[in-house]
């Protein structure tokens, strides 16, 4: 049916989509305060390491959110720690967290669990599941010739808390940094920390406040990936995400609506790939079946074009990336 092949890519994207969500949002708080964090794959890592590793050990679904979201602030702290209060460099900070995160999860996996870096698998109960599991009205169903059922209740409401949650932080996102004083302050920080320092308020705290939100958001993607979209944790089970979620904060222009657009772009496109799979190639191609490998690469290599030339000109934050020195 057509209508439950337009649902299905539906919910296929949002649910794709959520960390990218989650995690291109991270990186736009931070970099509006001046803070460059190519450190998002590793904190999604982390988190979705603590989030797996504390639900199985205690069956707490709570707990390993709770988990995930202290692990991934404790990241942030550190890179404040490294590049706001010592003005190291930022972007080797963040490859470093990378290099941690990567090597880490693997070697205390492998100490706690002795499964080759995995995790126990998360029980059924404990897991983040979509609101239309225990709960599904007869109209919510995909129907033959009920395209809007199929939607609604298949593409729409079949979703966890998270899922909306990532899809409500974008507006709140938003208010936060254009309709609040906290906010203003956070965009004048990341333009001319002089100034904001002249007025009296503190350049660290500010960058290290919207560090802390940052790695909250981080956390909480982290959590989504082995706690909702998979039941385990693996190795390097990122595969990139947070890169995407980077490559999408720019193609966004730092602006909360554009980069979820561009989240749900790229989104729609690894739920595309997952569709693709087992296409035939043309008779003039030589038939036989398109390589997995090859559509499985069609999200980076989108990301690779569109940044390529295809978003304009994207102006980052006048004060991005550049320490701040307080004068004396």
């Not at 404790?74 to 720690?81: M, N, P, T, V």
Request: a positive charge; glycine letters at 12%.
């Amino acid at each position: 049916m057509d209508e439950v092949l337009i649902a299905s890519v539906l919910a296929s994207t949002l649910r794709v989509s959520t960390p990218l969500i989650l995690a291109a949002l991270a990186g736009l708080l931070a970099e509006r305060a001046g803070v460059v964090d190519v450190g998002l794959e590793g904190k999604m890592l982390a988190a979705a390491f603590a989030a797996a590793a504390m639900t199985a050990s205690t069956g707490s679904t709570a707990l390993g959110v709770l988990a995930a979201v202290l692990v991934a602030c404790s990241f942030s702290a550190a890179h404040g720690f490294a590049c706001v209060s010592h003005r190291g460099d930022q972007v080797v900070s963040g490859v470093a967290l990378n290099m941690v995160a990567a090597g880490l999860t693997v070697v205390l996996g492998a100490a706690w669990f002795a499964q080759g870096g995995q995790t126990p698998p998360i029980a059924e109960a404990q897991r983040i599941t979509g609101l239309l599991t225990t709960w599904q009205p007869q109209w919510a169903a995909p129907q033959p010739g009920q395209w809007w059922a199929s939607v609604l209740g298949y593409g729409l409401l079949s979703h966890n808390l998270l899922v909306y949650g990532a899809l409500l932080a974008v507006p709140l996102v938003w208010w936060g940094l254009y309709r609040t004083r906290t906010g203003l302050r956070w965009r004048a920080v990341g333009e001319n920390p002089a100034m904001v320092d002249a007025a009296g308020v503190s350049v660290l705290g500010l960058r290290y406040g919207a560090l802390m939100l940052n790695g909250a958001l981080c956390g909480l993607a982290g959590a989504y990936l082995t706690l909702a979209q998979n039941a385990a944790f693996s190795p390097n089970m990122t595969a990139g995400r947070g890169f995407i979620a980077l490559a999408a904060m720019i193609f966004g222009k730092w602006k909360p609506v554009p980069t979820l657009a561009a989240c749900l772009l790229f989104g729609f496109m690894d739920a595309a790939a997952i569709r693709l799979q087992g296409l035939a190639l043309p008779a003039w191609l030589g038939g036989g079946e398109v390589p997995v490998q090859l559509i499985q690469a069609l999200p980076y290599a989108l990301t690779v074009v569109l940044l390529a030339g295809f978003i304009g000109q994207a102006l980052a934050p006048k004060a991005l990336g550049r320490p701040y020195v307080k004068e004396r």
